[in-house]
């Protein structure tokens, strides 16, 4: 798949509470999460992001909590990709589980300023960074984590689990 | 080469001889649990999935700790949805308010995870129960779910990274500031997907509240797990509550570890983390000074009864300076009976501190001392990103419990030896 969009760039360690701060985890309405979606970062951020932007990320993007309204609020906020340098280990899991696509690249933060056009290639990880001429690599995802996105997510993934047992029995 | 503490327990829960770094591995769980925030994801996700129970009710906790008491009605909106999966799936260890405490305190006073075992939390603190020999991670809802549904999940085999704590402790150097020590060396991402394995002479010295507050911040590093493996004092701490049989599990003595640092504790001194990470570590005596208006005791890393037996020390016969306050939250409601027939919560109150019922509302700016724009907090909590605990302009000070009760009578960050000399 192929996301074309502006890039909206955060710096590294980037926390959940940035994301979502947790006086708006009362709720679980995404489109209300995305309403707050980087409020203590950079209050006018969401406001600014249009459907299909890509996130261009530092290092260690999505420290701390485990709350998953993290990338509830990233996704319905309208980012249709993250590209980071790297990411904190639960919210990896917790993109993946939602089907927020993540990338990780080395290069990009560095090359790219808010506002660039971006356009990613989440099969190939190919990167082209379109204002600025520069095309970019981001590392090829695990195989185990190819087969969770083909199958829809981890839920999805075990819903084919439970119902291959039952036809199994 | 043989496995680490770690290797050896996802070994054995993924029903396969040996296992290494990297390997992807399917996991039998032991025991899980949710919160008031992250439960109400899984639920709906679970329902999803379309199962008539989940895998085994007697291994699955929901404990409303966040917003419970309940703040408003958004949130009493959550506790009811806990409250109503609960009795839908006959969940056997769900606690409602007053019987419910800070859930990784609880789960581990219950004697609900044990040595050896595989346990998952939807709370990133889950690492927390490594203190005790088990494998120990926090996850995302969604995985909670799947968990709820299988008692099985996949996970990556970390790496170990080994922390080995040498000599005894100096005056007023506790676990929590042996963690930080660690974090301030290897930054916040410096263990980044390991396993954080720790070790040491300077464990036994510690008490079993420190070394739960040492395993509870090996997120704060970005690790997977924190974990120790569970020596005498462990095991006669795990005996007496154990509520299935367990089977303690040791590294191998020729283990492969990715690195191995070593800290001599008895030249370490009390430190804080300074705002905004729990990575910028630096001694007490360099921030010594700094105006607070809020001094709080309690969480997940800092709010059992060997905590607020220190804090009782210095507080006694005390009393809070003028211009700050201060809030104690015993972690659970056991812990609150024990600090009452120790005479603690009469000296908490008599140097006029307010004690909370049990729950982590302050920790995360959800209620019971949420900050003020520009306002300064030293708290014994986990976290202090921009907001954490309120306004994105309030400021948080992480450290132990002696040194948030020396600041609170002091009204400035000060060094418990400020207070007792």
Known sequence: ?169 | MGMTLTEKILAAHAGVERVRPGDLIDARVDFCFANDITGPLAFREFERIGLPAVFDRERVALVPDHYAPSKDIASAEQCKTMREFAHKYDIAHYYEVGRAGVGHVMLAEMGLVLPGEVFVGADSHTCTHGALGAFSTGVGSSDLAAVMATGRLWFRVPETLRFVFRGRPAPWVTGKDLVLHVIGDIGVDGARYCAMEFAGEALGHLTMGERFSITNMAIEAGAKNGIMEPDAAVLDWVAPRARRPFAPVFADSDAEYAAVREYDTSQMEPVVAVPSSPGIVVPVGFAAGVPVDQCFIGTCTNGRIEDLRVAARILAGRVVHPRTRLLVIPATPAIYRQAMEEGLIRVFLDAGAVVGAPTCGPCLGGHMGVLASGEVCVSTSSRNFVGRMGHRDSRVYLSGPAVAAATAVMGRLAHPDEVLS
């Open chain 1, 1 to 169: 798949m192929i996301f074309c969009g502006t890039a909206w760039k955060v710096g590294d360690h980037v926390d959940t509470d940035a994301i979502i701060p947790a006086r708006h985890l009362v709720t679980t309405d995404p489109e209300v999460l995305a309403r707050y979606c980087f409020e203590d970062l950079d209050p006018t951020l969401a406001a600014r992001i249009r459907p299909g932007d890509i996130l261009v990320a530092g290092e260690n993007f999505g420290q701390g909590s485990s709350r998953e309204h993290a990338p509830i609020a990233i996704k319905a906020a309208g980012i249709a990709c993250v590209v980071a340098r790297s990411y904190a280990r639960i919210f990896y899991r917790n993109a993946f589980n939602i089907g927020l696509p993540l990338l990780e690249c080395p290069d990009l933060h560095a090359a790219t300023e808010s506002g660039d056009r971006l356009s990613v290639d989440n099969a190939t990880g190919r990167i082209v960074n379109e204002t600025r001429g520069t095309t970019h690599t981001a590392a090829p995802l695990p195989e185990f984590m190819r087969q969770l996105i083909a199958a829809g997510g981890i839920i999805e993934y075990v819903r084919r689990q439970v119902s291959g047992r039952k036809v199994g029995t």
